[in-house]
């Protein structure tokens, strides 16, 4: 019995969340396989290979020009299901569609948004904003699941695993995707950062919440920004933090302007070490964060990175 864990995003992939991947995978106590989208010479197919624990990789040749629908990445996997026994995908938006449009044709209920697996039918995952976390069994002879990667430690290397080409079938698109409208390259993903700097009501405006550019860019870090900041349309909803945005897991979180809402906190609870600016002392970002500035972060902010600026010269 096989699992095999798709890495749906060929586009400006890192090896990390496809490590992460195979680590969840590989609770499922089974043999693991990866299929990844690209050609066998590019780099993260290589890098791929090499993930301890898993015995094939799979290509679906797509040139990084080229842009692939969901439902033809689908199609690719569904004569493929009847040698695996699990799918696994990352739950992300990419991860979520594909999973769901096989799940479908497959006749499956889908298991999104694995936080934990206790064994090959038990699984844990947040409910209401991360307020509860809900066990749940899937009664179906195979598991179609996407997995919060943010709770998944990456695996070590290996010597390289065997790749081999698949042939794309036919296209079958029933979605097309007109563009990918590339982010900043320059800045770290917000999912895998180890620094991650957000903003929310309190920064006041589109303009000041360039300064956090700033801020963020001194840092190494990667910019975020809770609901509110993104409904001003300060900040693009990629950048959005939370229950309904980006869970992510860096070792350093900082929070500016952000009152600490639940569904906020849904989205930073595996951050390392929190910390705020706020100028509310009852705020309730204060009850999660390790360290805390109260006070008016137009102020705080300046004398923060000047200070940082001091300390690393
Ligand atoms: C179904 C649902 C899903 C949601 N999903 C998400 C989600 O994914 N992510 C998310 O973030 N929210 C989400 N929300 C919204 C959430 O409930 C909050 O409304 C939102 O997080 C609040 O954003 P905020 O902290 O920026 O704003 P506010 O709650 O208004 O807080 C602003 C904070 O800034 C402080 N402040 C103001 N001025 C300054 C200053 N000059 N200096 C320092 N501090 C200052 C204030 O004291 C305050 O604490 C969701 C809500 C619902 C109902």
Redesign the pocket.
């Known amino acids: 019995m096989t699992t095999l864990v798709l890495a749906p995003d060929h586009k400006n992939q890192s090896i990390e969340p496809i490590s992460r991947l195979v680590n969840a995978a590989l609770k499922l106590g089974e043999e693991v396989h990866v299929l990844t989208l690209g050609a066998i010479d590019q780099a993260l197919p290589q890098a791929i290979s090499k993930l301890a624990g898993i015995t094939q990789l799979h290509i679906l040749p797509a040139p990084p020009s080229d842009v692939l629908g969901f439902d033809d990445i689908a199609g690719a996997l569904l004569p493929l299901m009847g040698e695996y026994q699990a799918l696994i995908t990352a739950h992300t938006g990419a991860g979520k569609h594909i999973a769901l449009i096989l799940a479908a044709q497959l006749s499956i209920a889908p298991v999104t948004g694995i936080s934990a697996i206790i064994d090959r039918q038990v699984f844990e995952r947040p409910i209401y904003a991360g307020s509860l976390i809900e066990q749940i069994c899937s009664q179906d002879d195979k598991l179609i699941a996407t997995i919060r990667t943010a709770n998944f430690e990456p695996v070590e290397e290996q010597r390289a695993c065997p790749i081999g080409e698949l042939t794309a079938p036919p296209s079958n698109k029933q979605i097309e995707i007109l563009e990918h409208i590339e982010t900043n390259e320059e800045r770290p993903d917000l999912s895998q950062a180890a620094i991650v700097i957000a903003g929310?009501?309190?920064v006041?405006s589109k303009e000041d919440f360039c300064k956090l550019e700033g801020f963020a860019d001194q840092l190494g870090a990667a910019l975020g920004a809770?609901?509110?900041?993104v409904d001003m349309g300060w900040v693009p909803h990629h950048l959005?933090?939370?229950?309904?945005?980006v869970q992510i897991a860096p070792d350093l979180y900082i929070a500016l302007?952000?009152?600490g809402?639940v569904?906020?906190l849904a989205?930073i609870k595996n951050a390392g070490k929190i910390i705020a600016?706020?100028?509310?002392v009852e705020?309730p970002i204060f009850k999660v964060a390790n360290y805390g500035m109260i006070g008016?972060?137009?102020a705080l902010l300046p004398q923060l990175q000047k200070a940082l600026a001091d300390e690393q010269s």
Do not use: M
């Open positions: 929310g009501r309190g006041g809770s609901r509110i900041a959005q933090i939370g229950q309904t945005g302007g952000i009152s809402a569904q906020h989205g600016i706020n100028k509310d705020a008016d972060l137009h």
